[in-house]
């Protein structure tokens, strides 16, 4: 059963938010995609760094 | 020459000491005075307290760090100050009982010519009757991770309940705040996450009900009112994304809700609307509130002056707004910029021991009068930023005199960079990597959602992961004071 059939049913907080679909859980733990997230976030939080020193 | 004493060597106290020391050399004296002989990387205890640490990794031996940065060290816990020093002379001293061996409970008067304040929380877990044990320490029906010590002993704790569920025994788990004014979700939100991650590895999910209870009004308040960020094109609150981790991972919740009494097994709680319930549990990790650690003020004369140094609250007033009055006339201006005690201008607070000038998030009270709202957090990075402006101000004011430049740091113009772990693991671990700026929200510069969402962003992934495994490296490299270590920011 999909996440959205099985953890929507749990309960009526649950069911009023989202969810991530197969395809964006996958690329949550991608090494490839996540390498380059891993690059582009370093890059987004050091910016954030440089802007309060 | 001229003495620096910094009370506190925690992440801010740590990082004020080492650059304070670097920049003063050998012509001036920086003396740190903190209980512990150990430095502990307090974010990586959520690892410890899950059993995939061990409390070795993120702690290490104070003495051998400071030898090495010309730091004096005194493994003591500060009591009070005298900032006018005493009859026989002007000299401002601080009174420090030691806590090293073989000298437990000696006391002894330490001068200083500038003092920071870095001696962050007091946990406070006898604020809720039976989340302490009556003698302030924390009690015996729920575990902590505010300290490597207590994420030992909530790591076997846990192990036991995995135990009981691989021997068929259904458990209820439950996480959050231990009383209506707890600060730090943030660390509640990893623990939560991180366990429900060890028990899908151990097999043993399915024996699992897993609950969060906290004090926040929405879920992803973290204290800070929770935060707009940009995800997949749209600029979304923290609550969607929140309830969407939640229930991705099938974690009920339970917010607006003030921990009144702990009992084994079971707590009582009071909730926003008035009403009041139970929960029962047979593992609980519940955050205490913070507080500051009740130092005491005396004036020339011996006469108690606490009240116009420190907040009720005990944390120590420096130069914000206290006077902001209603939510409504709140402003980012209020919040404190050089972290200076107006009453005593060689005294400075940082990291969490400054008195915020109020809440970040909406002020809420029961229909009973009982406050249910988070307080301010002050997480790594503001602390290690304000610790290291601090120690520049009194750098500069030692060595070019009293009219030196005091240097800024305010928490409504810096951002912070907050990697929520949720499951350790190289190539099945995850993390909410956030950013957020600035740390105050600031509805006069951005009126719908105080933050620049161009600076605000927030992902879940293994990168997130990976980059909360790289700070723990850096940042105990840093706080060895490693080749480099002045280069890597705070
Ligand atoms: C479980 C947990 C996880 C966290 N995770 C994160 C995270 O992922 N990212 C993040 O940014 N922040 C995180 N935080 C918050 C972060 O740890 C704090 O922001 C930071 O430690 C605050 O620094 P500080 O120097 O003000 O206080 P502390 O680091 O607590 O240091 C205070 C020091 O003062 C000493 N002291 C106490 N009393 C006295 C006294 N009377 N005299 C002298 N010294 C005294 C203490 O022993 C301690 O060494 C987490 C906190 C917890 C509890």
Redo the contacts between chains.
């Keep these: 059963m999909s ?1 959205e059939e099985e ?2 049913q ?2 009526d ?2 069911k ?5 679909g197969a395809f964006a859980k996958r ?5 490839v995609w ?2 380059i ?2 690059m582009v ?2 890059i ?2 050091l ?7 | 020459m001229a003495r620096l004493v910094v009370l506190g060597g925690g992440v801010a106290g740590h990082t004020a000491a080492t650059f304070a020391a670097k920049w003063l050399g050998k012509e001036h004296e920086v003396v740190v005075v903190t209980p512990n002989s150990k430095w502990n990387w307090i974010p990586s205890n959520i690892w410890v307290g899950v059993g995939q640490m061990k409390k070795e990794e993120v702690v290490f031996e104070l003495a051998p760090v400071y030898k090495k940065a010309g730091v004096i060290y005194k493994q003591a816990k500060a009591v009070s100050l005298n900032p006018e020093g005493k009859d026989t002379s002007d000299k401002p001293f601080v009174t420090i009982e030691y806590t090293q061996e073989g000298k437990v409970g000696e006391s002894e008067d330490v001068e200083y010519d500038y003092l920071i304040n870095a001696t962050g929380p007091k946990l406070n877990f006898d604020a809720t009757p039976g989340l302490g044990d009556g003698s302030g320490q924390m009690g015996t029906n729920t575990v902590s991770v505010c300290t490597a010590e207590h994420a030992v002993h909530a790591s076997h704790e846990l192990e036991k309940c995995i135990q009981k569920m691989k021997d068929g025994e259904r458990q209820k788990i439950l996480v959050g705040t231990g009383h209506g004014t707890c600060t730090c979700q943030g660390a509640a939100f990893e623990y939560i996450f991180n366990v429900e991650h060890e028990l899908k590895k151990a097999g043993v999910r399915d024996m699992a009900d897993i609950k969060w209870i906290s004090n926040e009004s929405f879920l992803g308040d973290f204290g800070m009112g929770g935060l707009h960020m940009k995800v997949g094109g749209y600029v979304v609150s923290s609550k969607i994304f929140a309830e969407s981790l939640y229930a991705e991972r099938n974690v009920e919740w339970l917010i607006g809700a003030h921990t009144s009494k702990v009992e084994e097994g079971k707590i009582e709680y009071e909730l926003l609307d008035g009403t009041t319930g139970e929960e029962t549990f047979d593992f609980a990790m519940l955050l205490p509130p913070f507080s500051g650690v009740g130092l005491k003020a005396y004036a020339k004369d011996g006469s108690d002056i606490t009240e116009s140094i420190f907040a009720p609250n005990g944390f120590m007033k420096v130069d914000a707004n206290y006077d902001a009055g209603a939510y409504e006339n709140w402003k980012a201006s209020d919040w404190p910029k050089t972290y200076q005690s107006p009453a005593y201008k060689n005294i400075f607070a940082a990291g969490i021991a400054f008195a915020p000038p109020h809440l970040m998030s909406k002020p809420m009270q029961s229909p009973n009068g009982t406050p249910i709202n988070p307080t301010p957090p002050r997480t790594g990075m503001p602390s290690g930023i304000i610790g290291k402006a601090v120690a520049h101000t009194v750098c500069d004011l030692i060595t070019q005199g009293e009219g030196a430049h005091l240097h800024e740091a305010s928490m409504a113009e810096m951002g912070a960079a907050c990697v929520a772990s949720a499951g350790k693991g190289l190539f099945t671990g995850t993390a909410a990597a956030m950013t957020v700026y600035p740390v105050v929200p600031d509805y006069d510069k951005y009126p719908g959602t105080g933050r620049d969402t161009k600076y605000t962003f927030g992902e879940v992934g293994l990168a997130g992961h990976w980059i909360k495994h790289v700070l723990h490296h850096m940042f105990l490299y840093k706080a060895k004071l490693k080749p480099g270590w002045a280069l890597i920011p705070e």
């Design positions: 996440i953890n929507f749990k309960n907080n649950f009023l938010t989202m969810l991530p690329m949550r733990t991608c090494v996540q390498f997230r891993f976030l370093n987004k939080m910016i954030v760094v440089s802007k309060s020193h």
